[in-house]
């Protein structure tokens, strides 16, 4: 018998996502016909009061909420499939739905909080939405490829394993792109996840499916991987907070990729929530494990909320430099405005220091970690795609393709290219270290810049298929630097302008201006 085509594989994977959206009862409404392009006020008109106020709950309040006794598990979890089913028909952003297992948890534990007065752990009840690829066992487990589609979860994956212990419930899976290696989210199994703000642009990727989700409050939590910008281009795209922690802080056993053993640029699991106290929530819970203890090569390192890092002694002030731009590509007019509006709040805080940041060499940044990403020259990606003779999507052929740094390395070049990272990130450690302005009994630098406020992106969501410029975000990744995502501001047409005189700086920047003046003529909402 000839095996199915990827067309047909295709067909199943979305025909066994709607079968687990139809298990809901009552059924999730139908969403208008004639959609606006902003889609996130639907859920408010077609739910009830008592959805759409447990759905809009932020996650620190639903935990409270639960251990207090105030709502039930089961009520919170209903909530939020029927969010989440409508979320799909909006966006295209789950795979699927868990409403049997996830209704089954919420009972077991209403009836423990019943018995015993008290939650079960610090996420007592709590839904958790998971990127598709962070396995379940015997779940399926594609990472976007069609020909993947028949592979099961052989473990739940150890970051899984703890947040159910504290009590949480599963109950929502959410889309990828092809390869995972796309600031967007589209595959050739279930199709293109929109952005729940203006369905023409992209949610961002490769965590586009929770970007989508949460952005729609169909999860107020969710888990994400990062390895150039998957988490934080999701959450900067759908307003939402992200944190790409340092690497071997999260475990990340149990995950699926291809490259699974690369440590040229190590992947991580971060959090992206509608609140920063879940972000908050996410990292203390998952921390408080010890997963160093089951996963050796997590740093042993405790979730330090109980300390304090703004300034202590007298006159010392938080330093907050800032990157306006990589000197490769400039941003959009809304990126620069939201700087300047945090940059002016900042100025107003008497205990707060603004300055510049000179950014050092962020094209020879790109450079080297693009040279890294696809160390066997994309075999494994290219295999995994051809296997099931589904077509490649556009954004798997930039970054492969279109891609000069992408070669098949040899052990040499590998750790040319290794040793070319490491001393680059000896270069902006000392760039840092010299923001100093004293020296500790050791002579180590002190009183240097804390942090520093950079865009996530070159502009807001871009349009589909053209999220080609991860500067600004797979930087951090190669300095394996921890990156927080906020909200600050919406693209608004009336004052963002475009500079109809800008001349680009090269032919990266002069796409991303192109990208500035098609927003000028096109954007509405």
């Not at 952003?93 to 009972?107: D, H, N, Y």
């Not at 340092?246 to 291809?258: D, I, K, N």
């Not at 300034?311 to 330093?319: E, F, I, Y």
């Not at 009183?447 to 996530?456: E, H, K, Q, Y």
């Amino acid at each position: 018998m000839a095996a199915p085509s990827w067309e047909d594989v295709a067909a199943t994977a979305q025909k066994h996502r709607d079968a687990s959206i139809s298990l809901l009862d009552p059924p999730v409404p139908d969403v208008p016909q004639d959609l606006a392009k902003n889609v996130t006020d639907v859920p408010k008109r077609l739910l009830s009061a008592e959805e759409v106020f447990i759905t809009e709950t932020a996650p620190e309040t639903l935990v409270n909420y639960l251990a207090a006794g105030k709502l039930t598990s089961t009520a919170v979890i209903h909530a939020f499939l029927r969010r989440a089913g409508l979320a799909q028909k909006l966006t295209n952003c789950i795979t699927e739905l868990l409403p049997g297992e996830a209704l089954s948890r919420a009972k077991y534990l209403d009836e423990y909080y019943h018995k015993h007065k008290s939650p079960i752990g610090a996420l007592h009840g709590l839904p958790i939405s998971v990127k598709e690829h962070i396995g379940m066992k015997g779940k399926g487990l594609n990472g976007g490829f069609v020909s993947w589609w028949e592979r099961k979860g052989e473990i739940d994956s150890h970051v899984l394993k703890i947040l159910w212990r504290a009590g949480c419930v599963f109950y929502a899976r959410t889309t990828q792109p092809q390869t995972l290696m796309h600031l967007e989210t589209s595959n050739n199994l279930y199709g293109v996840t929109v952005n729940p703000y203006n369905r023409d642009l992209t949610p961002g990727g490769s965590s586009g499916g929770e970007g989508a989700l949460i952005g729609l409050r169909g999860s107020c939590l969710g888990i994400g991987s990062d390895i150039g910008g998957s988490v934080r281009s999701p959450s900067a795209n759908c307003g939402l907070y992200g944190l790409r922690p340092s690497s071997y802080r999260v475990p990340v056993e149990g995950c699926a990729a291809t490259m699974l053993g690369e440590e040229q640029v190590v992947p991580v699991i971060g959090p992206l929530s509608t609140s920063l106290e879940g972000v908050k929530l996410f990292m203390k819970t998952v921390l408080s494990a010890k997963p160093w203890l089951e996963e050796p090569s997590c740093l042993p390192m405790p979730w330090k909320d109980h300390e304090s890092h703004l300034p202590t002694s007298q006159g010392k002030k938080l330093r907050v430099a800032v990157l306006w731009s990589d000197e490769v590509v400039k941003p959009h007019p809304p990126i620069i405005r939201a700087l300047n509006e945090v940059v002016t709040a900042l100025q107003a805080l008497p205990e707060v220091e603004v300055t510049k940041w000179m950014p050092y060499k962020h094209d020879e940044a790109w450079e080297i970690i693009a040279s890294l990403y696809f160390a066997d020259g994309a075999r494994e990606e290219n295999e995994a795609i051809s296997a099931s003779g589904e077509p490649m999507r556009p954004l798997t052929r930039f970054i492969i393709h279109e891609n000069p740094y992408v070669k098949h390395l040899t052990v040499e070049e590998i750790w040319y290219w290794t040793s070319r990272r490491e001393r680059y990130r000896r270069d902006y450690a000392d760039i840092w270290n010299k923001t100093a302005r004293s020296t500790g009994p050791n002579g180590e630098p002190e009183d240097m810049v804390d942090v520093i406020l950079a865009p996530v992106g070159p502009g807001a969501a871009p349009p589909l298929d053209h999220a080609k410029y991860w500067g600004y975000t797979s930087q951090w990744n190669l300095l394996d630097y921890p990156a927080l995502v906020f909200p600050v501001s919406k693209v608004n047409p009336a004052i963002d302008r475009v500079d109809e005189g800008y001349e680009p700086m090269n032919e990266q920047d002069e796409f991303n201006f192109y990208l500035c003046k098609w927003f000028g003529r096109n954007f509405t909402f």
